[in-house]
């Protein structure tokens, strides 16, 4: 398995882990349990629970560059119907990331 699929299925986890649960939840075991990576491969590419969250938040910036991007070559579409299609995209939510219990 390449190393970038590796890193998608890791955050794939500790984006489900965030879904599903609270924030207090994403630690490095709990990610490696959901992944089924053991906790030296996960470290090997996130070797911090901050680096998984930046990876998550630059996934994020990612998906919604990418929508955007998609959304401006249908030459019909205006500003307002690629905010609505962006904001209505369950992948575009960050709903995830400030779902802590502090």
């Not at 970038?4 to 879904?19: H, M, S, V």
């Not at 990610?31 to 998984?52: C, D, M, N, R």
């Not at 910036?61 to 962006?86: A, C, G, N, P």
């Amino acid at each position: 398995m390449a190393r970038e699929n590796k890193k998608e299925l890791l955050l794939d986890a500790a984006e489900k882990i965030l879904e599903t649960q609270s924030y207090d939840e994403l630690s490095l075991d709990n990610i490696s349990k959901v992944s089924g990576f053991s906790k030296g491969g996960l470290l090997y590419h996130y070797p911090t629970k901050e680096a998984i969250l930046q990876a998550l938040v630059n996934r994020l910036i990612q998906r919604f560059e990418d929508e955007f991007d998609k959304q401006l070559q249908i030459e019909t579409t205006d500003f307002k119907s690629i905010f609505i299609t962006v904001n209505t995209n369950p992948k575009m939510s960050c709903d995830f990331v400030f779902s802590s219990s502090d």
